[in-house]
């Protein structure tokens, strides 16, 4: 028993020697990151003057040199505004870390917000040197050419991102750059493929309808419109573009219930009180018609069409000078509109104005390529001057521009009232019998606005000063580019819009390709510029 008591005890040192030792304490983390994780917090809670102070103390303890701290307080200061901080602060990130591509990225988005296009260009080529599968710097990238009208590099990067990766607001780029190339026909194959994506898109369905809108294919039209009013009852720029077909068509009452829609989410739209003004001057409701104009025009003073459709009601109410001023006003902000100046000139002859009427005829028919309507109007004005070798000569000009029509397209049809005035007129300056007019006169459909110089039953002088004023209801809308058209922002043809995590939207706009898609007219009843 001894021994064996000597024997444990002789063992128990043994014993302890063989214990693990016992772990030591968990290792701080480093100082540079250790409220990382509270700046985050904070920033994703949008309490940004928490986060600014606990940036500032993290900061301080570092002595600047914690990247994660300067690149939230660098996004902080870009979304107070505070574009040329924030890059600055980005730039520190990307010399603490020049590896990183997304350092990289918020130095290029900076460049891009300050309007640096080529300097962003060049810091996104970098950033994709270091990330050859990120698809934000694609499509950011195809954003920047687009400013600098670098179309082609645009295409080509905006396709290498939809390779990448396919998304909504990539499709709505490349689309939007055969918009500005003029290419509708390749801006619809884009925006079908992004409907075969994204087919619950109602921005996408919407504007693929006006493109086929404005090709004059109203049945694709109206599917993709309605589409898009499936998805969303409340979409204010299909209501509005599907509205302004049915009001090309004639259809003022349907085309009215489909506005009463769109003013619960816009009440201040000027085009939607523009289009609501026309629906009345359609219906020969003229003084409700200038009431709903003349609130779009308080709402959008700077509207040109506006301005022609308050000119042309009031020309229509044989209020000359309320007439002359709206037309006068137009015409400064589209100088090169031929319309304009034709309709100018028949208000100045109802004033006994000749000698200025005749100055802007001669502009109009300067600035007109395609619209006989014009040469009509200023052979009815020069007849009644007495001058009809000149009439005879413009009568000729209007010939020759309707068989041009007739040759490219078989199926153009003329309103019956211009045919009218052309027979008369014809007759009048002994020109011989057109077998044309004639043919037309039968069965004729419009797809051009009726002479502004038609003769009420009542009056028996060709073209007299009255008539030119008495039949103006019918005188706008003649040309394809004074359609019926939808909302202008509807994005149809104007410069792209990058998405909320890329370059903002263009500042400027061009004037011509920032136009709304138009429609095309089919019926005989006058019309007027609707948005």
Not at 229 to 244: M, V
Not at 283 to 305: E, G, H, M, Q, T
Not at 349 to 360: E, M, P, Q
Not at 501 to 522: F, I, N, S
Request: with cysteine; glycine share 4%.
């Amino acid at each position: 028993m001894a021994d064996d008591a000597m024997k444990t005890d002789v063992q128990l040192p043994v014993a302890t020697d063989l214990k693990k030792p016992r772990p030591k304490k968990a290792p701080d983390l480093p100082i540079l990151e250790r409220r990382n994780w509270l700046i985050h917090l904070h920033y994703i809670r949008k309490d940004y003057e928490t986060c600014k102070a606990i940036i500032k103390e993290q900061l301080h303890e570092t002595q600047g040199m914690c990247e994660y701290a300067v690149y939230v307080q660098a996004l902080i200061m870009r979304l107070e505004g505070k574009i040329q901080q924030s890059l600055e602060l980005f730039q520190s990130c990307a010399i603490l870390n020049p590896k990183s591509s997304d350092n990289l990225k918020q130095v290029a988005r900076s460049l891009f917000l300050l309007g640096k296009h080529k300097a962003a260009i060049e810091v996104y080529n970098e950033a994709a040197r270091l990330n050859q599968k990120d698809w934000e710097i694609s499509h950011n990238l195809g954003v920047c050419y687009i400013y600098t009208k670098d179309f082609k590099s645009a295409e080509e990067q905006l396709n290498l991102a939809l390779q990448l990766h396919k998304h909504d607001l990539t499709y709505m780029m490349l689309g939007k750059i055969h918009l500005l190339q003029g290419d509708t026909e390749k801006a619809i194959d884009v925006y079908k493929s992004a409907v075969e994506f994204s087919p619950e898109n109602t921005e996408l369905l919407t504007t693929l309808g006006l493109l086929y809108m404005q090709l004059g294919k109203y049945q694709k039209a109206f599917e993709h419109l309605g589409n898009s009013l499936t998805y969303d009852p409340n979409n204010f720029k299909a209501i509005l573009a599907a509205g302004s077909m049915m009001q090309t068509h004639g259809d003022y009452d349907v085309a009215m219930n489909k506005y009463r829609v769109a003013a619960y989410s816009v009440p201040e739209s000027p085009p939607l009180w523009n289009n609501i003004g026309m629906c009345f001057f359609g219906k020969k409701k003229y003084v409700a018609a200038i009431s709903c104009l003349k609130r779009a025009n308080y709402l959008s003073p700077f509207d040109w069409k506006i301005l022609y459709n308050l000119g042309l009601v009031h020309l229509t109410m044989q209020q000359y000078a309320s007439a002359f001023h709206f037309l006068s006003a137009a015409i400064n902000l589209r100088p090169r509109m031929s319309e304009l100046y034709m309709l100018l000139a028949v208000t100045l002859t109802n004033l006994d104005d000749a000698d200025n009427g005749r100055r802007s005829h001669e502009q109009a028919v300067l600035l007109d390529e395609s619209n006989p309507l014009v040469n009509l109007n200023f052979a009815v004005f020069l007849y009644n001057q007495g001058d009809k070798k000149a009439a005879l000569l413009q009568f000729q000009e209007m010939e020759r521009k309707v068989n041009a029509q007739v040759e490219n397209n078989s199926n153009t049809d003329f309103d019956p009232e211009l045919v009218e005035m052309a027979q008369k007129l014809g007759t009048a300056l002994q020109a011989g019998e057109n077998l044309y007019w004639s043919k037309l006169g039968k069965d004729s459909k419009t797809s051009q606005r009726s002479s502004s110089s038609k003769p009420s039953s009542s009056q028996q002088p060709l073209g007299t000063n009255q008539a030119l004023g008495q039949a103006m209801s019918s005188a706008a809308g003649y040309s394809k580019s004074m359609q019926i058209t939808s909302e202008p922002e509807a994005d149809v043809s104007s410069a792209p819009s990058p998405p909320t995590v890329t370059p903002g939207e263009p500042e400027d706009e061009d004037e011509e390709t920032a136009e709304p898609a138009k429609l095309k007219e089919k019926k005989s009843k006058p019309r007027a510029a609707a948005e």
